[in-house]
């Protein structure tokens, strides 16, 4: 199907707002955490801008690569190459040059670590996850969440030029969170993946596997989010925090295990995304709270 011509919002939809705006959000958290005082300014505005656009032009190299299997699913037939809106062409220069346009900024408005990092999560996202994990194996979003899961690190980089034990402590958080967040949307689109041949988890091992999975990836997640208090980078507000929406995610984990209701899995989803954001601004407020 030859693409008309595509429009601003096409080319919007092609850079998935909502997970650029987590990963945006999460970055900049890493950046505050980084440090005691306020984020100097031209880390905060060229790490932003930088890491956005990163983000970004993973997301559109995502829909030129699974272009055809978009077309096959109902929750994807609708972006913009499948429906013709933006050709594959007209993609992957908006991609490349979102990309060197992130690689630039970062480069010389922040520093070569922080664009070294962003090219590599770039690439593990872009490419050897939607390349290969992802068509290889079950376990493709636990392996594959490491790009996911580097963005704090990145922002927190992009203030201290350095990698930090902490920062690192914000990437297994994600890390940690990713498999329950996408095996309960994959519980949900399980016949979508299967029509693909995609092997998500419920697809090669069943539902009940994964929701088991599902189950103890939150228990290990309430245990990770308790390690920002124990090693002294945060404070009791934020503990207090993080166990209440631990419980929560387990309520809704336990839930998917013991019963068989249909809403649950998408339920799931979308609280876990709401989990994650609040569970990092509980960490920002945390931080400068005055008892520190």
Same mark, same amino acid.
């Given at each position: ?197 995609? &092997?998500? /988890? @419920? ?12 189950? =103890?990836?939150?228990? #290990? !997640? +309430? ?38 209701? &249909?809403? /649950? @899995? ?12 609040? =569970?990092?601004?509980? #960490? !920002? +407020? ?7």
């Amino acid at each position: 199907m030859s693409a008309t011509e595509p429009k601003l919002r096409d080319y919007f939809e092609l850079c998935k707002p909502k997970v650029v705006g987590l990963i945006v959000f999460t970055a900049i958290v890493g950046m505050f955490l980084a440090t005691p005082g306020l984020v100097p300014w031209q880390a905060f505005v060229f790490g932003t801008i930088g890491i956005g656009l990163a983000a970004s032009s993973a997301a559109a190299i995502n829909h030129v690569l699974d272009r055809r299997i978009d077309a096959e699913m109902k929750r994807t037939m609708n972006r913009p190459i499948p429906t013709g809106h933006v050709s594959e062409s007209q993609a992957l220069v908006f991609a490349f040059g979102l990309g060197l346009a992130s690689m630039l900024i970062l480069a010389v408005g922040v520093n070569p670590l922080t664009a070294v990092l962003t090219f590599f999560s770039l690439i593990g996202y872009a490419v050897v996850y939607t390349v290969y994990l992802k068509r290889a194996t079950p376990q493709n979003i636990v392996i594959g969440g490491a790009a996911g899961a580097a963005p704090p690190v990145l922002g927190w980089t992009a203030v201290t030029n350095s990698i930090d034990p902490h920062a690192l402590l914000l990437f297994l958080i994600i890390f940690t969170w990713t498999p329950p967040h996408f095996w309960a949307l994959a519980i949900a689109r399980r016949d979508d993946y299967a029509r693909v041949g995609i &092997p998500m /988890l @419920p697809v090669t091992h069943g539902v009940e596997f994964t929701r088991l999975h599902i189950l =103890l990836y939150t228990i #290990l !997640l +309430v245990i990770v989010t308790v390690l920002p208090f124990i090693t002294g980078m945060s404070g009791v507000v934020y503990l207090a925090g993080a166990l209440l929406l631990g419980a929560m995610f387990l309520y809704y984990a336990a839930a998917m295990k013991l019963t068989d209701r &249909p809403d /649950l @899995p998408m339920k799931t989803f979308g609280f876990s995304v709401t989990y994650l954001m609040a =569970l990092f601004a509980l #960490l !920002l +407020v945390d931080h400068y709270l005055p008892y520190r």
